[in-house]
């Protein structure tokens, strides 16, 4: 069987890097990835979905150099979820998405002139992660 996720969307976070007690590499950020429609009445609908990101050794490093909060990024992986009971018995759930491939697609998200959405213009780059272990 084989699975593959690709999502587009901007980071909500900084990347946090850490080790493992081998001292491999392991980055973490959120990413999140807007939806908008129009539904059947004619009313524009958005909603926003949040995925927790892991990227592993070489491609950890570079996530942690060169992106940051508000960088849109394709991230590329496998994906997990995990439910849980929060402190106060509510269920909650997260989707996890281990990178094998990041795209920086643009600089970082700010408000155009109209108030929308625009990109600052900067080089992007495409990080390839061979080595994720599973």
Same mark, same amino acid.
């Given at each position: 069987?084989? /699975?593959?996720?690709?999502?587009?969307?901007?980071? %909500?976070?900084?990347?946090?890097?850490?080790? @493992?007690? &081998?001292?491999?590499? #392991?980055? &973490?950020?959120?990413?999140?990835?807007?939806?908008?429609? @129009? &539904?059947?009445?004619? /009313?524009? /609908?958005?909603?926003t979905t949040w995925f927790r990101v892991t990227a592993w050794r070489k491609l950890?490093? /570079?996530c942690n150099q060169y992106l940051s909060k508000g960088r849109l990024v394709l991230?590329?992986?496998?994906?997990? #979820?995990?439910?849980?009971?929060?402190?106060? %018995?509510?269920?909650?759930?997260?989707?996890?998405?281990?990178?094998?491939?990041?795209?920086?697609?643009?600089?970082?998200?700010?408000e155009g002139v109209s108030g929308s959405p625009s990109e600052v213009a900067e080089? &992007?780059?495409?990080?390839?992660?061979?080595? #994720?272990?599973?």
């Open positions: 069987m084989y /699975q593959k996720v690709v999502i587009v969307g901007y980071l %909500g976070t900084d990347p946090e890097m850490r080790f @493992t007690p &081998s001292g491999v590499p #392991v980055t &973490s950020f959120r990413v999140a990835v807007n939806r908008r429609w @129009t &539904s059947g009445d004619g /009313q524009l /609908q958005e909603k950890a490093e /570079q991230v590329e992986g496998d994906v997990d #979820v995990s439910a849980w009971l929060d402190s106060e %018995g509510n269920p909650r759930a997260t989707l996890e998405l281990t990178a094998r491939n990041v795209r920086f697609l643009g600089g970082r998200h700010t080089p &992007s780059g495409d990080f390839l992660d061979d080595d #994720v272990p599973f």
